[in-house]
């Protein structure tokens, strides 16, 4: 299978500030990573990397074989979810549109395919029904099924999504990563998530990240990453966790 | 009321105030929608110092006007994405006084010729000239192509700055646009309804439009219409009391909003 993202040796500075300390990773196509890890641990600023919003400040990254930047229109992106106007006169339809920008380009109206593309994007996530609701008048989940339809419409090959279930119940949740698997089968997908059993549920592959990477391309991370990575002892991060993420350990 | 009309100087009110309402509701909803109210009234107030520098030299006020608001805009823009500890909301109040202070300083040293300063304060849209209005509808125009040119781009801009930058829209620009923008349709304005009362020509149709209609354009198109209704009615109102139009205008906005707002607020309370 082919590498999606190649990291090597990769750092990141903000001023004299290390957020990213020599990370490699390599995402594989079909790959369906979790990233988890403390806040302020760097996983938002490693999707930025990703993306090409953030420059490295020393290492290599290829994404698709290329430059971040030349790589753009095949990455969708669902960012953090953060807190726009709810009263913003946008409806479903036009949020989703927005995230066909990076096939268009400056100046260039939309077009019917892009309109078509909007709806098929949609039907995807199960929200054509409500497509002429204006965005704000939708409830959290189906908000966030709105902003994922934004970032799978401009058809990417790999997604990347910051913390998605963020709004959504507990009771939509499974439904939710259910979907997310539906894609996987097409799309190889990069999830920040802070909900460790839902992870280890759903998904095939973890990172755990603070600062340094942990990730042995696999669902398992050692007791000793995680807490190397948290800061904590490990009981307090496994206790309830359903589906073992853990080694055994004494 | 039709014999008001028969004045050239009635005439070109009218037709200056119909164009501004156009130019008003194109840009008042990206004022409003990008909470840039305050930057547009710091733009506009450091115009001022532009029409002192222009007197003081002798030249037409107007295009000092333009400098210096464009000036205030990228500055207040600017500051945005600094890591300065200087906010915008200060760099508004400092760009604000700035300007009004140089404005009042150069006209106290132009000799002679003291200008009507309370036109420029407070507008006179009855000394509108043909020159004026043939101004007024060249920016609007501008003003218009931009928007047709860039509709996805400030939507984008408007609804979710850091998804756009996310997406490769060039946000910082487009923001710095959308100041300069705002720059010189202020500058057009302050003939109609002057420096200090501008801000309510560019906000309120818009946000009365926002409380009543449910798309973008919808929003648009209503707040032209009741920028136009506003526009006409201020000035006959005024020529009829024979008091301030640019005053009487927004007044007639003001009175609008509250209603509307009331109304609305009375809506969903239920």
């Not at chain 1, 799309?187 to 042995?216: F, G, P, Q, W």
Request: glycine share 10%.
């Amino acid at each position: 299978m082919n590498d999606i993202v190649s990291v090597e040796k990769l750092w990141v500075h903000f001023g004299s500030q290390v957020i990213l300390e020599d990370v490699n990773l390599v995402i594989k196509e079909h790959d369906f990573l979790g990233l988890i890890g403390p806040n302020g641990g760097g996983k938002t600023t490693l999707l930025k990397v990703i993306l090409g919003l953030i420059k490295p400040s020393r290492g290599q990254i290829t994404v698709f074989g290329t430059t971040p930047e030349a790589a753009r229109n095949r990455i969708g992106y669902l960012p953090q979810r953060n807190l726009f106007d709810l009263q913003f006169p946008a409806t479903a339809f036009d949020v989703v549109l927005m995230g066909r920008y990076g096939r268009k380009g400056l100046f260039k109206r939309y077009a019917d395919e892009d309109r078509d593309a909007a709806r098929q994007a949609l039907g995807q996530m199960d929200m054509l029904k409500y497509a002429n609701r204006e965005i704000g008048t939708l409830s959290g989940g189906q908000q966030q099924r709105i902003f994922v339809a934004r970032a799978l419409v401009s058809e990417p090959d790999l997604l990347l999504l910051d913390e998605p279930t963020t709004g959504i119940d507990a009771s939509q949740q499974k439904d939710f990563y259910e979907l997310l698997r539906d894609l996987n089968q097409e799309k190889t997908i990069v999830m920040i998530s802070h909900d460790m059993s839902a992870v280890s549920k759903y998904i095939e592959k973890i990172a755990c990240i603070n600062r340094r990477l942990y990730y042995h391309d696999s669902k398992e991370l050692t007791a000793g990453d995680i807490q190397e990575a948290y800061k904590c002892p490990v009981e307090m991060i496994a206790h309830g966790v359903p589906h073992r993420v853990l080694r055994e350990h004494d | 009321m039709i014999e008001i009309f028969q004045y050239e100087f009635m005439r070109n009110a009218l037709t200056a105030g119909i164009i501004a309402a156009v130019l008003c509701g194109i840009i008042g909803i990206y004022v409003i929608l990008n909470r840039i109210v305050f930057i547009s009234g710091g733009i506009a107030h450091t115009a001022f110092g532009g029409i002192g520098l222009g007197y003081f030299l002798g030249r037409d006020p107007l295009i000092f006007a333009i400098l210096f608001s464009l000036a205030a805009a990228l500055g207040i823009g600017a500051i945005k994405n600094t890591r300065s500890r200087v906010s915008q909301d200060t760099a508004i109040g400092v760009f604000w006084a700035t300007g009004m202070s140089l404005g009042i300083v150069f006209i106290a040293l132009s000799r002679g010729y003291a200008p009507d300063l309370f036109d420029y304060l407070f507008g006179n849209i009855l000394a509108v000239s043909g020159e004026d209005v043939k101004l007024i509808l060249a920016m609007t125009l501008i003003m218009i192509v931009i928007v047709a040119l860039l509709y996805k781009e400030l939507f984008i801009l408007s609804f979710d700055p850091s998804y756009g930058e996310a997406e490769g829209v060039p946000v910082q620009k487009l923001y710095l646009l959308l100041l300069c923008m705002v720059a010189l349709s202020v500058v057009v304005l302050i003939k109609i309804v002057g420096i200090i009362l501008v801000i309510a020509l560019l906000t309120i149709p818009s946000a009365i439009g926002r409380q009543h209609a449910r798309t973008f354009r919808g929003i648009m198109a209503l707040s032209i219409v009741l920028g136009i209704f506003f526009v006409v009615s201020g000035l006959v109102i005024s020529y009829y009391l024979n008091i301030p139009s640019g005053a009487t205008i927004i007044l007639t906005a003001a009175g609008t909003f509250f209603v509307s707002t009331a109304i609305s607020l009375g809506g969903t309370r239920r």
